[in-house]
T-cell receptor
Framework: GQQLNQSPQSMFIQEGEDVSMNCTSSSIFNTWLWYKQDPGEGPVLLIALYKAGELTSNGRLTAQFGITRKDSFLNISASIPSDVGIYFCAGPYNNAGNMLTFGGGTRLMVKP | GAGVSQSPSNKVTEKGKDVELRCDPISGHTALYWYRQSLGQGLEFLIYFQGNSAPDKSGLPSDRFSAERTGGSVSTLTIQRTQQEDSAVYLC??????????FGPGTRLTVL
């Protein structure tokens, strides 16, 4: 199956700062999804991207579908303490069906 | 409406015992997925049910793992002769047959 690499693996940021993280794939994707997982809970869908070059926002979050179709980016503006958690990118598993393959996650920690 | 629910939330078992994990998907969702998340890792696809079609079992790690979905709704994931490496959080998700999936809180399995 595909490999999804997320970076950075973890980051500390100061409250109010903007955050950027990215995800790269070993193969072309036709869909990118970004999820957030809080401790002890399942992942929650933040943003879905369907077209190369697409830029989509959800509140303070903005995600982009890279034009090579092998990468995606997630930005969080003006971070707040509740942004703490693990952010996962995901794409189609073996580019077939609706199953997902996930990156290893970016752990976001905010200094209050 | 109610989200995806899973039970039990925690399960501790002894090596060699069988365990059953249950998932109740969102009402009306036709697709159901099982994933496994090892400590500090991303999610790993296990099995996918879509309507009345034969399940896609391509992610199951061994023949000790099986799952069924009764009446197109509730699903049970069974792990036979559990091993310590089976310790993980098992997450269930459902969808309307699209790639965007909604996750339950997971079952944390610990094999002693």
């Amino acid at each position: 199956g595909q490999q999804l690499n997320q970076s950075p693996q973890s980051m500390f940021i100061q409250e109010g700062e903007d955050v950027s993280m990215n995800c790269t794939s070993s193969s072309i994707f036709n869909t990118w999804l970004w999820y957030k997982q809080d401790p002890g809970e399942g992942p929650v869908l933040l943003i879905a991207l369907y077209k190369a070059g697409e830029l989509t926002s959800n509140g303070r979050l903005t995600a982009q579908f890279g034009i090579t179709r092998k990468d995606s980016f997630l930005n969080i503006s003006a971070s707040i303490p509740s942004d703490v958690g693990i952010y996962f990118c995901a794409g189609p598993y073996n580019n077939a069906g609706n199953m997902l393959t996930f990156g290893g996650g970016t752990r976001l920690m905010v200094k209050p | 409406g109610a989200g995806v629910s899973q039970s039990p939330s925690n399960k501790v078992t002894e090596k060699g015992k069988d365990v059953e994990l249950r998932c109740d998907p969102i009402s009306g969702h036709t697709a159901l997925y099982w994933y496994r998340q090892s400590l500090g890792q991303g999610l790993e696809f296990l099995i996918y049910f879509q309507g009345n079609s034969a399940p896609d079992k391509s992610g199951l790690p061994s023949d000790r793992f099986s799952a069924e979905r009764t009446g197109g709704s509730v699903s049970t994931l069974t792990i036979q002769r559990t091993q310590q490496e089976d310790s993980a959080v098992y997450l269930c998700a459902s969808s309307f047959g699209r790639i965007e999936q909604f996750f339950g809180p997971g079952t944390r399995l610990t094999v002693l």
